[in-house]
């Protein structure tokens, strides 16, 4: 603990320098199938989609051909050696599928190696066949390798080994056999020159991760001083990267929370406590905070490497327009990727800070695909910057993240976030219209592909057809129906469909298989339908199938069914097990109990409450109940929420923005308000706006400027974005934030009441009060991001001044009730005549 204690006070230690420093071991422990990934691979990257058979159908395949191996032959057959090359001795193991013993001296004992298909082998690509017979032929050096040692100890060693590849395809349920004879001169050349590669490779790693602990050891803090908190913030978290096991953290805004967090992970990596960060954010401006981070801790001597990784859609180079696919619809970025990857990989070895656009750039002089590549470097980085997705969604989680033989550390910023992304992580939805259009796509060109889509139609149809016959439909209308299913009882799932996805999905397997791809124009469609069928396995108790049919008349009327989940604690534990440390942190984690139960987090976890290391006296909050903001009496509020905000605003005219819980509510407030005060320029957010009109919005909230905006609480600029001084003086918060209500939201109400889904608190509170809060606080939070800032936030709802909520405002908060626009006309003039007299 000296090293960090040391650190803490900005002084380089001597004691810490001096922490034994783990030299490269002296035996390399290294299996068949890591081996061969890296150094055997080669040609194309074989599709972007989930290609060939799933886990469970390998494992039945695997099992049923293992049970027909003849007599005294061995599955599983566990091999490993110890072997000298390139100076360095490592231990090679895995287990070979079949072992066949010798029967007589013309045969030499057989190696089988089970690979599943969808297709004749004939029809793979090559380069998939090349890395099946390199892990084969790997198995058979490694066979005839520990013959060699054991007959230094008995007779002679065998020279031959037989290997056979079984190629069993699922959709003929034929196997294909193909056998071939090597001799040891042939493995032993072939599996050299893998060791070789990986071992030169291994050398150039290791080289990086000494100089990575030695700068780490030797880092001071990047700042003068501390604020208030962020020492002990930093101490708590290095404690839990040290011991393991999770932290809870809730830092209000200002504290420095990345830095406060970052500084004692790198620590932990140069004290040899940890391996490797995982730093999860679900913000562009969290990434660039990390960003920001990093290259001040690099100006100080740090030599960690940085890769942060974008959304596939705004990396993609087709996407981008940067090149087309070829007639066959594959990206030729993709063709002979892994020939060109090598060059690539050691261009970027230990570089500081690969962005994407880092990446890119040498993504484009090799022509490879940029994000394909990211995900590359991702065993050979010492913190990854990511979205939540890439840890616990699990249809795009990185097995490279799962590995636990890595000590990692996982850092969860703005984890509030979590507990709604956890559920969408964790749900899938099909609708009728979607999968009838991706029919009408295939039409032409993939007509066998339209056809299996087409009897996943019917399932859709048929599983409609009996809930109306054995279901009562909850809140039906003329215009649609809804029904509730339970999905902890297999008999009550919706199997069918479920079968006639598969069939989809076999079918696009196939093609990609033998390097086809479906049609571009149907690839969200076959995301979702993936989707579909990963949640399916995972359906618990927590889920319920909510399935809606709008009553239109004809072929296209919509029908949707969607595996919703209620509560993703369990799911999101189980990601957590993966890493040696967990750090949750948020300045809105509050009550702890909800954070807790949601976030499936240990009940021993410490909670870490920080105060503000601002002065109270920074902020002016005013609590006005005489606004009714509630959806029926909104017509109503519309003129004392014109009159409020034009208070707020000429009492010190700046940068005001103000919040709204739906779009339809800000457009009726910001009509009024345009026409009673035109002179007052205003500017909106819009609903799907793109990265530039962000950029535009935010252009207007600069220094100098004086902009009344109004925007959409729980968006883009109500979290995450650092509005600095006068970039920012005041916020109007409009109403508690409750999310609309809707059947989702009432099932998860209904199921906390009950209960289950993990809870047995109380149901309204779980489904709209606590989620409305935590976008209420994170708005009020954009006000003061610095020790110079003040600013004021007004609360403008009578139900801001219930119990419930009081109980929860952060301690800071000095609440001043105004019962009139009046009186909160005179407590801005006596907030803001502090100002001008200082």
């Not at 049970?67 to 070979?96: D, F, I, M």
């Not at 005839?144 to 060693?157: G, I, N």
């Not at 980085?381 to 000590?407: K, S, T």
């Not at 009441?753 to 994170?778: C, E, K, M, W």
Request: glycine fraction near 6%; charge should be neutral; aromatic fraction near 8%.
């Amino acid at each position: 603990m000296s090293g960090i204690k040391a650190a803490l006070t900005g002084v380089t230690t001597v004691e810490s320098q001096e922490t034994a420093q783990p030299a490269i071991p002296p035996t390399l422990q290294l299996s068949v199938g890591e081996l061969v990934a890296f150094a055997c691979r080669r040609g194309d990257l074989v599709g972007d989609g989930p290609a060939g058979p799933t886990a469970q159908e390998g494992i039945r395949a695997h099992q049923k051909l293992q049970k027909q191996r003849p007599a005294g032959s061995e599955a599983e057959h566990r091999l490993e050696v110890e072997w000298l090359c390139e100076g360095q001795t490592l231990t090679l193991n895995g287990r070979v599928d079949i072992l066949h013993p010798q029967t007589d001296l013309h045969r030499p004992v057989q190696l089988d190696e089970i690979k599943t298909t969808y297709c004749p082998p004939d029809k793979l690509p090559e380069s998939t066949r090349q890395l099946h017979w390199a892990q084969l032929k790997v198995y058979g050096f490694c066979y005839l390798l520990q013959q060699r040692t054991d007959a230094e100890r008995s007779a002679a060693a065998d020279d031959r080994v037989a290997l056979q590849m079984l190629w069993h395809n699922l959709k003929e349920k034929k196997t294909y056999p193909e056998l071939r004879e090597f001799d040891w001169a042939e493995l032993e050349s072939f599996s050299r020159a893998a060791v070789s590669e990986y071992i030169q490779w291994h050398r150039s790693w290791q080289r990086h991760r000494q100089q990575v602990r030695d700068s780490a050891r030797a880092l001071p803090f990047p700042f003068p001083d501390y604020r208030p908190g962020q020492r002990e913030l930093a101490v708590a978290a290095y404690r839990c990267l040290r011991d393991g096991g999770e932290l809870v953290v809730e830092a209000p805004t200002g504290i420095g929370k990345t830095v406060s967090t970052l500084f004692p992970a790198i620590k932990a990596i140069g004290e040899a406590q940890v391996e490797q960060l995982v730093y999860l954010t679900a913000k562009n401006s969290g990434r660039q905070v990390v960003r920001e981070t990093a290259t001040r801790l690099h100006e100080q001597g740090l030599r960690l490497s940085v890769l942060e990784i974008q959304a596939r859609d705004k990396t993609c180079a087709c996407r981008q327009g940067l090149c087309s696919r070829d007639a066959d619809g594959i990206c030729p970025r993709t063709r002979g990727f892994f020939d060109r990857l090598p060059e690539a990989r050691r261009e970027l070895l230990g570089e500081p800070l690969l962005t994407p656009a880092v990446v890119a750039q040498v993504a484009d002089r090799l022509q490879l695909c940029p994000f394909e590549l990211s995900l590359q470097m991702l065993p050979w980085i010492d913190l990854v910057v990511c979205d939540f997705n890439y840890v616990f969604d699990p249809l795009v989680h990185m097995a490279a993240l799962q590995d636990q033989r890595q000590r990692r550390a996982l850092l969860v910023d703005e984890a509030h976030n979590l507990i709604d992304r956890g559920r969408a992580m964790h749900s899938a939805a099909l609708s009728r219209s979607d999968s009838r259009r991706a029919a009408a796509a295939c039409k032409e060109s993939h007509p066998q592909l339209r056809r299996a889509i087409l009897t996943l139609v019917k399932a859709l149809d048929k599983w409609i057809a009996e809930r109306r016959q054995h279901d009562t439909a909850t809140r039906p209308s003329r215009d649609s129906e809804t029904w509730v299913t339970p999905l902890s009882d297999a008999d009550d799932r919706p199997t069918a469909i479920s079968r006639a996805a598969q069939k989809v999905m076999a079918v696009v397997s196939q093609l990609w298989e033998q390097s086809q791809s479906p049609p571009e124009v149907i690839a969200d469609w076959l995301s979702a339908l993936y989707r579909y069928l990963t949640i399916e396995q995972l359906l618990a108790e927590q889920h319920r199938c909510l399935t809606r049919a709008e009553s239109r008349s004809g072929a296209w009327q919509e029908q949707e069914l969607n595996l919703l989940c209620l509560n993703a604690a369990d799911y999101l534990q189980q990601s957590y097990r993966q890493f040696h440390a967990v750090i949750v942190f948020s300045a809105t984690l509050r009550p702890a109990a909800y954070v807790y139960e949601q976030l499936g987090l240990e009940a021993q976890a410490p909670y870490l409450a920080l105060p503000s290391p601002f002065q109270s006296e920074q902020l002016g909050v005013y609590l006005c109940p005489y606004v009714d903001t509630r959806y029926q009496a909104r017509h109503r509020a519309t003129d004392a929420l014109v009159d409020m905000v034009y208070r707020v605003y000429q009492s010190r005219p700046g940068n005001y923005l103000v919040f709204f819980p739906s779009y339809r509510f800000l457009q009726q407030v910001a009509q009024c308000f345009v026409e009673r005060f035109p002179d007052i320029a205003l500017v909106r957010q819009q609903p799907g706006s793109s990265d530039r009109a962000r950029a535009a919005f935010l252009e207007h909230f600069s220094v100098g400027h004086q902009s009344l905006g109004f925007a959409i609480m729980g968006g883009v600029f109500g979290e995450g974005v650092d509005y600095v001084g006068e970039q920012l003086v005041g916020t109007i918060v409009v109403g508690v934030g409750l999310p609309q209500v809707n059947e989702e939201q009432e099932l998860l109400r209904q199921s906390c009441d009950s209960g289950g889904a993990h809870s047995a608190g109380n149901g309204f509170d779980i489904a709209y009060r606590y989620p409305g809060l935590t976008r209420v606080l994170q708005t009020a939070g954009r006000v003061i991001r610095t020790e110079a800032d003040r600013g004021v936030v007004i609360l403008a709802d009578y139900r801001f001044a219930d119990p419930f909520y009081r109980a929860l405002y952060p301690d800071h908060w000095q609440l001043q009730i105004c019962n009139s626009g009046e009186a909160l006309s005179t407590g801005l003039s006596q907030f803001w005549e502090v100002e001008q007299n200082t």
